[in-house]
Protein backbone atom coordinates (compact mmCIF):
# COMPACT_ATOMS: atom_id res chain seq x y z
CA UNK A 1 0.00 0.00 0.00
CA UNK A 2 1.56 3.56 -0.74
CA UNK A 3 2.33 6.14 1.85
CA UNK A 4 -0.20 9.08 2.16
CA UNK A 5 1.01 12.94 2.03
CA UNK A 6 0.02 12.47 6.04
CA UNK A 7 2.25 9.41 6.97
CA UNK A 8 5.16 11.23 5.03
CA UNK A 9 4.37 14.77 6.72
CA UNK A 10 4.79 12.73 10.52
CA UNK A 11 7.81 10.72 8.99
CA UNK A 12 9.44 14.01 8.32
CA UNK A 13 8.33 15.82 11.57
CA UNK A 14 9.89 12.81 13.58
CA UNK A 15 13.15 12.79 11.35
CA UNK A 16 13.72 16.64 12.81
CA UNK A 17 12.44 14.91 15.83
CA UNK A 18 15.11 12.42 16.02
CA UNK A 19 17.83 14.62 14.72
CA UNK A 20 16.80 17.33 17.40
CA UNK A 21 17.92 14.72 19.97
CA UNK A 22 20.75 13.59 18.39
CA UNK A 23 22.00 16.99 18.17
CA UNK A 24 21.04 17.54 22.11
CA UNK A 25 23.01 14.37 23.33
CA UNK A 26 26.53 15.19 20.92
CA UNK A 27 26.09 19.16 22.56
CA UNK A 28 25.95 17.68 25.91
CA UNK A 29 28.52 15.08 25.53
CA UNK A 30 30.77 18.23 24.35
CA UNK A 31 30.32 19.84 27.46
CA UNK A 32 31.64 17.39 29.46
CA UNK A 33 34.91 20.10 29.77
CA UNK A 34 32.77 21.59 31.75
CA UNK A 35 32.68 19.19 34.48
CA UNK A 36 36.06 17.70 33.78
CA UNK A 37 37.61 21.72 34.99
CA UNK A 38 35.77 21.31 38.32
CA UNK A 39 36.95 18.14 39.07
CA UNK A 40 40.53 19.71 38.09
CA UNK A 41 40.05 22.90 39.96
CA UNK A 42 38.61 21.38 42.83
CA UNK A 43 42.39 19.47 44.38
CA UNK A 44 44.01 22.44 43.40
CA UNK A 45 41.90 24.95 45.85
CA UNK A 46 42.27 22.15 48.11
CA UNK A 47 45.93 22.07 47.91
CA UNK A 48 45.90 25.83 48.28
CA UNK A 49 43.97 25.73 51.36
CA UNK A 50 46.57 23.36 52.92
CA UNK A 51 49.33 25.10 52.22
CA UNK A 52 47.86 28.42 52.86
CA UNK A 53 46.66 27.02 56.52
CA UNK A 54 43.38 28.28 56.37
CA UNK A 55 41.32 27.29 59.44
CA UNK A 56 38.36 25.69 56.96
CA UNK A 57 40.68 24.29 54.99
CA UNK A 58 39.15 20.96 55.44
CA UNK A 59 35.40 21.85 55.08
CA UNK A 60 36.59 23.86 51.97
CA UNK A 61 37.97 20.70 50.25
CA UNK A 62 35.20 18.39 51.50
CA UNK A 63 32.59 20.95 49.90
CA UNK A 64 34.86 20.91 46.83
CA UNK A 65 34.84 17.71 46.12
CA UNK A 66 31.44 17.16 46.94
CA UNK A 67 30.28 19.96 44.37
CA UNK A 68 32.78 17.84 42.25
CA UNK A 69 30.66 14.49 42.42
CA UNK A 70 27.58 16.30 42.36
CA UNK A 71 28.35 17.66 39.42
CA UNK A 72 29.76 14.35 37.36
CA UNK A 73 26.44 12.25 38.61
CA UNK A 74 23.94 14.65 37.56
CA UNK A 75 26.28 15.05 33.93
CA UNK A 76 25.66 11.12 33.60
CA UNK A 77 22.64 10.74 34.59
CA UNK A 78 21.12 13.38 32.10
CA UNK A 79 23.68 12.01 29.50
CA UNK A 80 21.93 8.96 30.73
CA UNK A 81 18.16 10.10 30.42
CA UNK A 82 18.84 11.43 26.87
CA UNK A 83 20.32 8.56 25.58
CA UNK A 84 17.48 6.80 26.56
CA UNK A 85 15.06 8.98 24.98
CA UNK A 86 17.05 8.72 21.77
CA UNK A 87 16.43 4.83 21.85
CA UNK A 88 12.55 5.03 22.61
CA UNK A 89 12.58 7.40 19.98
CA UNK A 90 14.32 5.02 17.53
CA UNK A 91 12.22 2.12 18.65
CA UNK A 92 9.16 3.83 18.16
CA UNK A 93 10.03 4.78 14.70
CA UNK A 94 11.11 1.24 13.67
CA UNK A 95 7.27 0.21 14.92
CA UNK A 96 5.56 2.83 13.29
CA UNK A 97 7.38 2.21 10.09
CA UNK A 98 6.84 -1.87 10.60
CA UNK A 99 3.05 -0.83 11.00
CA UNK A 100 2.84 1.00 7.77
CA UNK A 101 4.61 -1.41 5.75
CA UNK A 102 2.34 -4.44 7.38
CA UNK A 103 -1.19 -2.22 6.65
Known sequence: MGLTHNDLK???SKEGQKQLLERNLEA???RKWI????CVIAPIVA???FHL???QAVVIT????FICAITWILHRALDKKMELRLKRFK?????STI???RS
Open 47 to 49: ILC
Open 62 to 65: VILF
Open 10 to 12: SMT
Open 35 to 38: VNCI
Open 53 to 55: QLP
Open 91 to 95: QEKRK
Open 28 to 30: HRN
Open 99 to 101: KLY
